[in-house]
């Protein structure tokens, strides 16, 4: 079921929830072969997603498509199947004993018609992923790709084609989007930027509609005085440079201890040459995904030499929106690479006295995605783990977080609010349903119609005594 045109959108999703209501509880061996289904097709079409990422983008790694985009959702897919009945099954809670003989529970149960609405930066495993999670807890999915993606939304087409009675897919510019933000879902999962996603969530409070909003921020790296330069190095160049830095969790900006300034600085300049520009370099790095994101950045860098900072950048520029890894230093709160999430190859870097000043720096802007910490020190790693509020703090390691299948994502004030991934995904799109099963009680409610002190007396004397 593939609908383009505005007024069939509406007519889209009724249909859809009509199929929802014909079968509202799939069975679980049903999910699981949807799954392999999905996972089956996925595989068959590697070759074409990454043609149509590298098309979309003007050039994209293959490694960025395969082993970033593709590789999550098989995972996913695996994780989810094998944890799938376990985690479905009805829960059985304790009555309390004042409600004997009756018995209660919790039945997970699907919530019905699930809404994605995906970015372009990942544009398989933001879609894919989410879909195939509400699929698995029961619902039915209406998926609303990205405009920047023509090549890659095609496949996807293709991957979901013939399961019209699971998910619809949907393509169109701003009045799309903001129509199907409308539309009465039992759930609203959003990935994209954080202005976006407040129009988002408005839209779906005219419908009370749940909402799971995963946003983005200015994600920060400390790296205290006893870290390992040469780890945090190579680990903030990975994760900055995957993708071009288009992630949502990359490294956005670097606050280092004083001392590590230089040996940092001289580090990441050092490994880039060594072990990034040999092995991939500009030629196959994947591009910024449009012009007017590769001006947005070349303006910001522009803005910070203006205002004083100091720029080194990797390589010559290429063609081909290919923008080479620029390090900033001597930067203020005035430049636009310490105001605005960066998005791309930009990295700057500050110097603080320790790891409360990094704190409290942090704390001055919004809540960051995702954090990350470099240092050998256990009472560190326990002062950012209890202090640092973040979406996830990862240690001596940037970005490979989210591909744990056990942890669950999401962020945090304006970087999100909800979580999916693995189990918290399926209890995401799942709704716990309380039930109360009891039997032969006509006694006990006689007496509770009667007021009747045979059974108040005890129950005052268990529950209400000083």
Not at 327 to 356: C, H, W, Y
Request: one cysteine or more; hydrophobic letters at 40%.
């Amino acid at each position: 079921m593939i609908e383009d045109n505005t007024s069939n959108l509406i007519a889209t999703f009724t249909q859809l929830k009509s199929q929802f209501h014909q079968e509202p509880y799939p069975a679980i061996e049903k999910r699981l072969r949807l799954l392999r289904d999905v996972k089956s097709r996925m595989l068959k079409l590697q070759a074409q997603f990454v043609a149509a990422a590298d098309k979309d983008f003007g050039k994209r790694s293959r490694f960025d498509t395969l082993i970033a985009d593709i590789m999550p959702c098989v995972n996913a897919i695996d994780y989810i199947s094998k944890h799938l009945p376990r985690w479905s099954r009805s829960k059985r809670r304790f009555a309390g004993i004042q409600w004997l003989p009756s018995r209660a529970g919790i039945d997970i149960v699907p919530k019905g018609v699930i809404g994605v609405i995906a970015p372009w930066n990942y544009p398989i495993q933001l879609a894919i992923v989410p879909v195939i999670t509400a699929l698995a807890a029961g619902n039915k999915a209406m998926l609303k790709l990205s405009e920047f993606t023509p090549a890659v939304n095609k496949v996807i087409r293709t991957l979901f084609d013939g399961l019209d009675n699971e998910v619809c897919v949907i393509e169109g510019g701003p009045d799309i989007a903001a129509m199907f933000t409308e539309q009465p879902f039992d759930h609203l999962l959003f990935t994209g930027s954080t202005e976006v996603g407040k129009k988002v969530m408005a839209a779906a409070a005219k419908n009370l509609t749940p909402v799971t909003l995963e946003l983005g921020g200015k994600s920060p790296v400390i790296v205290l005085d006893d870290a390992d330069i040469d780890t945090a190095a190579m680990s903030i160049l990975m994760g900055k440079l995957s993708n071009s830095g288009q992630i949502c969790v990359a490294p956005d900006y670097v606050l280092v201890h004083h001392e590590q300034f230089d040996a940092l600085v001289a580090a990441l300049k050092r490994h880039y040459k060594k072990s990034y520009q040999p092995k991939v370099g500009l030629k196959n790095q994947t591009a910024i995904i449009n012009e007017r994101q590769f001006q947005r950045l070349n303006t910001i860098i522009s803005d910070a030499k203006d205002k004083g900072a100091n720029v080194w950048q990797a390589e010559p520029s290429q063609d081909n929106r290919q923008l080479p890894l620029h390090i900033v230093t001597e930067v203020d709160k005035s430049m636009r690479v310490l105001q605005e999430e960066l998005f791309g190859p930009v990295l700057p870097i500050l110097k603080v006295a320790n790891l409360q000043g990094a704190i409290a720096y942090i704390r001055e802007d919004t809540t960051p995605l995702a954090s990350y910490l470099f240092t050998q020190s256990s009472d560190a790693i326990n002062k950012a783990s209890r202090e640092l509020a973040a979406g996830a703090l990862a240690i001596n390691e940037t970005v490979i977080h989210v591909a744990v299948e056990s942890l669950p994502f999401g962020g945090l004030g304006h970087s999100g609010m909800g979580q999916y991934h693995g189990e918290e995904g399926f209890y995401t799109f799942s709704h716990k349903k309380s039930v109360l099963h009891s039997k032969n009680t006509k006694w006990r409610n006689k007496m509770l119609l009667g007021h009747s002190k045979l059974l108040t007396k005890p129950l005052e004397w268990l529950y209400l005594r000083k």
